[in-house]
């Protein structure tokens, strides 16, 4: 048996490193020797998320690139945007394994990440190295990778829901409508009124359209799915939930597809994936089966009425759509 990798993560304080510790604590190949935060500095796993044995231990620390670096061969950055892209250029340079969960590495076009995150990318040079992180996808480039970028949770619902579509050409790049609802943790760690809990609870509401800053990422990666390129409407929702993500998604297929050939190409296409679970028969997803769990539901329908095809995609925001995630791509 190898050795356990020494992994550190950066940025532990929020939703998204919360989840990346308690999973990562427990991972039989990897041994957290570094956990960050400037916030959290001096407390332990112990009190802060209830973690037991050894590992709750651990204190966090507020370390400095080159610090965190001489304690881990592996690093996880759940860091703001921008910020994550500069230290991960940094570690990148000092030779060490990344996988970032913001979107700093997403983007392969800077001046597509500057429009949509309002600022020029850091390290621009470092785009051409990163692997989008969504082992469905790309698992062999994964494999061979040195700096990951995981996935945002709104794109890997509906890149789940679209490429199996999408690669066996029984849908094209165009009327593409998908529409998202997610828990609150999505939106992060963060006091604005928005999101306070008078705000969200008993609350359903639309946001971020119709430019939302996911859309890019999401045609981005359907278009190499593809082979050409793809438009969609992207709608995103903020569900009075703490965690979780049910995506709609509706598109035009090819004439004569069937109800039967278009499941046969989602059950075939995901036949080895233990993280993808295509429901058949009358189930649908259902975010309260996937909360707290890494992994996706998806089930596929076909609307004769107007001939487009249905896709519904469940998933818990932190779990496949986040740390969960990184964590498969390890």
């Given at each position: 048996?190898?050795?356990?990798?020494?992994?550190?993560?950066?940025?532990?304080?929020?939703?998204?490193?919360?989840?990346?510790?308690?999973?990562?604590?427990?991972?039989?190949?990897?041994?957290?020797?570094?956990?960050?935060?400037?916030?959290?500095?001096?407390?332990?796993?112990?009190?802060?998320?209830?973690?037991?044995?050894?590992?709750?231990?651990?204190?966090?620390?507020?370390?400095?690139?080159?610090?965190?670096?001489?304690?881990?061969?592996?690093?996880?950055l759940a860091l703001p945007h921008g910020v994550s892209?500069?230290?991960?250029?940094?570690?990148?340079?000092?030779?060490?394994?990344?996988?970032?969960?913001?979107?700093?590495?997403?983007?392969?076009?800077?001046?597509?990440?500057?429009?949509?995150?309002?600022?020029?990318?850091?390290?621009?040079?470092?785009?051409?190295?990163?692997?989008?992180?969504?082992?469905?996808?790309?698992?062999?480039?994964?494999?061979?990778?040195?700096?990951?970028?995981?996935?945002?949770?709104?794109?890997?619902?509906?890149?789940?829901?679209?490429?199996?579509?999408?690669?066996?050409?029984?849908?094209?790049?165009?009327?593409?409508?998908?529409?998202?609802?997610?828990?609150?943790?999505?939106?992060?760690?963060?006091?604005?009124?928005?999101?306070?809990?008078?705000?969200?609870?008993?609350?359903?509401?639309?946001?971020?359209?119709?430019?939302?800053?996911?859309?890019?990422?999401?045609?981005?990666?359907?278009?190499?799915?593809?082979?050409?390129?793809?438009?969609?409407s992207f709608i995103p929702h903020l569900a009075p939930?703490?965690?979780?993500?049910?995506?709609?998604?509706?598109?035009?297929?090819?004439?004569?597809?069937?109800?039967?050939?278009?499941?046969?190409?989602?059950?075939?296409?995901?036949?080895?994936?233990?993280?993808?679970?295509?429901?058949?028969?009358?189930?649908?997803?259902?975010?309260?089966?996937?909360?707290?769990?890494?992994?996706?539901?998806?089930?596929?329908?076909?609307?004769?009425?107007?001939?487009?095809?249905?896709?519904?995609?469940?998933?818990?925001?932190?779990?496949?759509?986040?740390?969960?995630?990184?964590?498969?791509?390890?």
């Amino acid at each position: 048996m190898k050795s356990p990798v020494s992994i550190a993560i950066v940025g532990a304080s929020g939703y998204t490193g919360e989840e990346l510790v308690r999973i990562c604590v427990r991972h039989p190949g990897m041994q957290v020797t570094a956990v960050t935060s400037r916030q959290l500095k001096g407390k332990t796993l112990s009190e802060t998320l209830a973690i037991g044995g050894a590992a709750g231990a651990i204190r966090f620390e507020d370390l400095s690139t080159a610090e965190v670096a001489q304690r881990a061969e592996v690093l996880f950055l759940a860091l703001p945007h921008g910020v994550s892209a500069q230290m991960g250029g940094e570690l990148r340079a000092a030779g060490k394994k990344v996988f970032d969960l913001s979107a700093d590495f997403r983007l392969k076009d800077p001046k597509l990440y500057e429009t949509t995150y309002g600022a020029a990318h850091p390290v621009p040079s470092r785009l051409a190295e990163a692997v989008y992180g969504l082992p469905e996808i790309h698992r062999e480039k994964i494999k061979k990778a040195d700096l990951v970028a995981c996935p945002g949770c709104y794109p890997t619902t509906a890149i789940l829901g679209l490429a199996p579509a999408l690669r066996s050409g029984l849908a094209g790049g165009e009327g593409i409508v998908i529409s998202s609802m997610s828990g609150v943790s999505g939106a992060g760690k963060k006091t604005e009124t928005e999101y306070l809990f008078a705000e969200c609870n008993e609350n359903l509401r639309a946001y971020g359209i119709p430019h939302h800053r996911h859309r890019p990422e999401i045609e981005q990666e359907l278009s190499v799915v593809a082979g050409g390129g793809v438009k969609v409407s992207f709608i995103p929702h903020l569900a009075p939930l703490n965690r979780g993500m049910l995506t709609s998604l509706s598109f035009p297929v090819k004439q004569g597809t069937t109800p039967a050939s278009l499941e046969k190409e989602y059950q075939k296409f995901y036949q080895n994936e233990a993280a993808v679970r295509v429901l058949v028969g009358e189930a649908l997803p259902e975010t309260k089966r996937v909360m707290g769990r890494h992994g996706a539901e998806l089930a596929v329908r076909m609307d004769g009425w107007t001939g487009r095809a249905l896709v519904v995609v469940a998933i818990d925001n932190l779990g496949k759509g986040a740390a969960g995630q990184a964590v498969q791509c390890f």
